[in-house]
Every structure is written in structure tokens, then in C-alpha cells.
């Protein structure tokens, strides 16, 4: 037990001196995986995510038995599908073989009620948005009661389901999930949950002021419900943040309507409240690069962008940002064992000099055919290898 404390240990500080953009001992591993981990353990997903965390933990012992990685950014079992489905969500399907997304819900809010969810966002989102998403809340009074007593059981089993994986994996496989807690840049909530992206998009172009409003006044909620599931940033783990609708923004449009809250967000978690913070950027990024240099200074934040030569973006933005990713998934899936190290190769011949890189795959890699095993092994094998300082 000394022994997989001490290489946990050593393998979080690796990634947080990447992090803060020091020099670690070597470049840290940490591919993102999230079902592939159940499936290549030849897994059933609703086993593990809905039966037993006991289960769920042999597929990343199974999987971290074969596959080198320092690190993992958090467990990929984040939906509380069991709670969820009390109130009629429906709208992701787990099975046996994949979770699915049936489509899009997101379009909750209708474009003259702006100033309602401006003047009071909680009195808004309680008393119109949740009833109108979940319509079995206008249901009888003691049933609903009970559902929500039930959907309360359903969420303390969830969140003892991962706290028990996370804890084993920790302890007995020496590997860290870095991150605690999440938040969301406030036009990214307003395009996931109230307003979907049509109705965005349209309001950005019709409604600026009040799509800009609105996105104003959702702000401290966000940083109240962060601080309220994870408060203890001197851990040193992450703050995960998805960035869904910049890159459907042209320059002007994310310069004026998403990076004011994008840097906002960036300047509340990191600089004021001194937690580590992970962008997972999708997409194509490097019209925006010039755009980024206005972020907050701070040694405490991680990049992962999906698209593009990330090269071109350590240039740009590694005083500001340490940068994860590079290795090509596409080339995991469909390439050899020797062009895949070939990659791997030049990941840390451009990437890794000074310090402030993740080696981690420019994706999530999430079904079984998304990466053959071997090719994963080799590159994360070579990377642990030859990727000293």
C-alpha cells in the first residue's frame, strides 16, 4: 500500500507541475478515456454504472493493467441516469453497450421570457423551467413527494458508486482522477439547457443585449453551485469546464458575447479562488488564439484542444495555459503500431520542450472502435519511455 501511495503521489505532482507549467520529471501520460476503459474490459456498461462499483472498478484495473496513464481527468460515470429518468428526462438511453443521446431537449425557454430569467435566475428556473422540463412535478402533491424522496436515495447511491471507484483506483492502482468539480461558461448554459442552439444563435444575432444580460446574471449561480460540490481548491485537483458554443461564434461574435465570461470564469476560479481548471475546447480554436492572449495570467490552467496544430497553440498560448492533447485519435482507431508511435514521437519532439504539456489524445476516447488496444499501449508505453526532461 506504501508502495501505490507513493506512486500516486508522484504521478499527481507530475501532472501538476505540467499544470502550473514548471518542469516535470518526465511528460505526463493521460489519454482521455472514458467507456472504452468498460469495454475493453469486455464490460457491460449498465454492469458497471448502474449495478456495481465493484465491477466498475475491475474494468479500470483490467484496463490500467495494460495501459500506461498517470492520470485520468475524472470518472466517466457523471450522469445520474437513475435519478434522472424519475422525472421523465428520457433523454439518454444506457445500455449494454453505449449511452446515447436521443436528441435534443435543450430548447426550454421561449425568447420573450429573457427578462424574466434576467430580473430573478433562480425564482425563474425553479417555478417556470423545472416544472416545464419535468411536467410530473405538477403531478399529485404526495407522489411527488415521494419521487423526489426516492430520486434523493437513487442520488446519494450514485455519488457513493463513484466515490467508492475513485477511492480504489486511487489507493489500490496508484492513479489519480484529477478532476472534483465542474462549472460552465454561462453562454455555453444558456445554448446546453435553456435555449439550444438554434434559439442561440438566433437570439446572438436578434437579442444581443439580452442573450449578454442574461449570461450576466447566471453568473454568480454558477460559481455558488461550484463551491458548493467542491470547496477545497488547495487539493490541487481540477475544475472541469466543456466549451460548447465558441467555435460556432465568428471572431467578433466569441470576442464580444462568449470571452468576456470565458475570461470572467477564468479570473473568478483561478486567480481569486486558486482552484486548477481545465478548458476542454472542441473544435477548431485557432481563430481565436489572438483573442486568448486576454486571458487572465495564472499557473493554474489546462487546455485540451481538440482540433488544429497544437504546435501553433503552444507558440501562442503556452505562457498562458498548459496545453493537453496532440495525439491523434483518428490515427489510434485506423493507424499501425509504428505510425501511431511515429506521432507520439512528434507530440513530445514539439510539444514537450519547456515544460506546460499533457500527452493525451486530441479527443475522448469513448466506444470500443474509437482506439485498437495495442496501439494505445504503444504510444503511452513510448511517451513514459522517452518523454524526460
Not at 124 to 140: D, E, M, S, V, Y
Not at 266 to 273: A, M, S, T, Y
Not at 311 to 331: I, Y
Request: proline share 5%; charged share 25%; aromatic share 12%.
Amino acid at each position: 500500500m506504501d508502495n501505490v501511495k507513493k506512486l500516486y503521489d508522484e504521478r499527481f505532482l507530475r501532472v501538476l507541475n505540467a499544470v502550473e507549467r514548471n518542469i516535470p520529471d518526465r511528460v505526463p501520460v493521460m489519454p482521455m478515456l472514458e467507456e472504452w476503459v468498460i469495454h475493453n474490459a469486455k464490460i457491460s456498461l449498465k454492469e458497471a454504472f448502474y449495478e456495481s462499483a465493484d465491477t466498475n472498478f475491475e474494468a479500470y484495473k483490467k484496463t490500467f493493467s495494460q495501459i500506461y496513464v498517470d492520470a485520468q481527468w475524472g470518472n466517466m460515470n457523471i450522469l445520474p441516469l437513475k435519478v434522472m429518468n424519475n422525472f421523465g428526462e428520457g433523454l439518454y438511453v444506457l445500455t449494454d453497450d453505449s449511452l446515447q443521446i436521443k436528441g435534443s431537449a435543450g430548447n426550454l425557454m421561449n425568447a420573450d421570457e429573457y427578462d424574466q430569467l434576467i430580473k430573478d435566475p433562480l425564482s425563474f428556473i425553479t417555478n417556470t423551467l423545472l416544472p416545464r422540463k419535468f411536467p410530473i412535478l405538477h403531478g399529485n402533491k404526495e407522489e411527488v413527494e415521494k419521487l423526489i424522496v426516492k430520486a434523493l436515495g437513487e442520488w446519494s447511491a450514485f455519488n457513493a458508486h463513484n466515490a467508492s471507484v475513485t477511492k480504489r483506483v486511487a489507493e489500490e492502482l496508484g492513479v489519480p482522477f484529477m478532476s472534483r468539480g465542474g462549472v460552465f461558461v454561462t453562454p455555453d448554459i444558456m445554448m446546453d439547457y435553456f435555449r439550444d442552439f438554434v434559439g442561440t444563435m438566433g437570439d446572438i444575432k436578434r437579442i444581443p443585449e439580452k442573450f449578454y444580460a442574461a449570461c450576466e446574471s447566471l453568473f454568480d449561480y454558477t460559481i455558488r453551485m461550484l463551491t458548493a460540490t467542491y470547496s477545497t481548491p488547495e487539493d490541487n485537483h481540477w475544475v472541469f469546464t466543456p466549451l460548447h458554443l465558441p467555435t460556432y461564434l465568428n471572431p467578433k461574435e466569441f470576442e464580444k458575447y462568449y470571452f468576456p465570461f470565458l475570461s470572467k470564469l477564468v479570473d473568478e476560479v483561478c486567480v481569486k479562488r486558486g482552484y486548477h481548471q481545465m478548458l476542454f475546447m472542441e473544435n477548431l480554436w485557432e481563430p481565436y488564439y489572438d483573442i486568448l492572449l486576454d486571458l487572465p495570467q495564472t499557473n493554474k490552467l489546462v487546455g485540451l484542444i481538440e482540433k488544429g496544430d497544437l504546435k501553433k497553440a503552444k507558440d501562442k498560448l503556452g505562457h498562458k495555459m498548459c496545453l493537453m492533447g496532440g495525439m491523434s485519435v483518428n490515427l489510434l482507431r485506423s493507424g499501425t503500431v509504428s505510425q501511431c508511435i511515429d506521432e507520439a514521437k512528434r507530440c513530445l519532439d514539439e510539444l514537450a520542450p519547456g515544460g506546460g504539456y499533457i500527452f493525451s489524445t486530441d479527443s475522448v476516447v469513448m466506444a470500443h472502435r474509437d482506439a485498437k488496444a495495442e496501439n494505445l499501449i504503444a504510444v503511452c508505453d513510448y511517451v513514459r519511455d522517452h518523454g524526460s526532461y
